[in-house]
Nanobody, 116 residues
Framework: QVQLVESGGGLVQPGGSLRLSCAAS????????MGWYRQGPGKQRELVAI???????IYTDSAKGRFTISRDNAKNTVYLQMNSLKPEDTAVYTC??????????WGQGIQVTVSS
């Protein structure tokens, strides 16, 4: 099992940028697929982006062209660079880790608010 701690959230103006980090501990990070999810006010949780253990990234339509997921296995950290933020990106963003056996671990989530 891996423990996940998100950081980097906060308040940003429309058009601005934020970089979220998710630090993992407790297991072999490099073998995990990592994902970012979000849940906006009154909405269901949705996938934002995934990065596989091999470094392949997958984005949902809402993230394509604006968000970039990356990982640094030496630092046991996955990142979500978010650019051109919109008010509709306001949500609690949560990090997920999936081990090679399909077992999921989740962070506690971090608030991102896009507002002028």
């Amino acid at each position: 099992q891996v423990q996940l701690v998100e950081s980097g959230g906060g308040l940003v103006q429309p058009g601005g940028s934020l970089r979220l980090s998710c630090a993992a501990s407790g297991s072999t990070f490099s073998g995990y697929a990592m994902g970012w999810y979000r849940q906006g006010p009154g909405k269901q949780r949705e996938l934002v982006a995934i990065i596989t253990s091999g470094g392949r990234s997958i984005y949902t339509d809402s993230a394509k062209g604006r968000f970039t997921i990356s990982r640094d296995n030496a630092k046991n950290t996955v990142y979500l660079q978010m650019n051109s933020l919109k008010p509709e990106d306001t949500a609690v963003y949560t990090c997920q880790a999936v081990n090679p056996h399909g077992y999921e671990s989740w962070g506690q989530g971090i608030q991102v608010t896009v507002s002028s």
